[in-house]
């Protein structure tokens, strides 16, 4: 068998603007992540102009939402809408929104969270790199919790059932005993050693 990350508890680390990586958090593969914790900030012309126009929108609103002209009463609540939709659709949680309205203070740099606790199996950020929408930047996964593939020949097929439990032993290390389940046999065979993944 072979000791595999557990897929479902992987996260790839992808920003949804263009911009430059400003300052790293996280330097190294191998480092340690917890939930929330800053990964690297990330400095966007475009977020900066997308806060100049919701500051002026949110400035602009009592103005003009008081207008006896219904389109630009209309005109000031959807542009409004419109930056703080494009804001969240960039991930920029409410709580930057709020600390945007309520100081006026533009961020320069955006914080970019890691979405899970883990280890960080891939880094390909770099500070002052330029990034974009699709660039994945970091692989975190939660490696408490990991896959142990094994292959088992077809005619063994019929003796493993799923939920039946199992213990592995390693060949470094055959003190050690790992306890686990059978979660899931795979439906296929491979053509060339008769075996199922298991």
């Known amino acids: 068998g072979r000791v595999e990350v ?4 992987v996260a790839h680390v992808h920003i949804k603007l263009e911009g430059w990586i400003d300052k790293l958090s996280i330097n190294y593969t191998g480092e340690r992540v917890q939930r929330g914790q800053i990964l690297f900030t990330l400095y966007s012309p475009e977020l900066v102009a997308t806060q100049q126009e919701y500051l002026l929108a ?3 609103k009592p103005t003009l939402g008081d207008s006896p002209f219904r389109e630009a009463a209309e005109g000031a609540q959807s542009l409004l809408e419109v930056t703080h939709q494009r804001l969240r659709l960039w991930d920029i949680t409410e709580d930057h929104v709020q600390d945007l309205e309520r100081t006026g203070k533009i961020l320069k740099t955006l914080p970019i969270h890691s979405p899970i606790s883990g280890t960080v199996i891939n880094k390909i950020a770099l500070a002052g790199m330029r990034v974009g929408p699709g660039d994945e930047l970091y692989t975190i996964a939660d490696l408490s919790h990991i896959w142990i593939v094994a292959d088992v020949y077809e005619y063994e097929l019929p003796l493993i059932k799923t939920g039946q439990l199992a213990t592995v032993t390693l060949s470094y290390d055959p003190q050690t005993v790992l306890h686990g389940r059978a979660a899931f046999i795979y ?6 050693t008769r075996t199922a993944k298991v």
Do not use: A
């Open 187 to 192: 439906p296929t065979l491979d053509p060339q």
């Open 6 to 9: 557990d897929e479902r508890r």
């Open 58 to 60: 949110v400035k602009g």
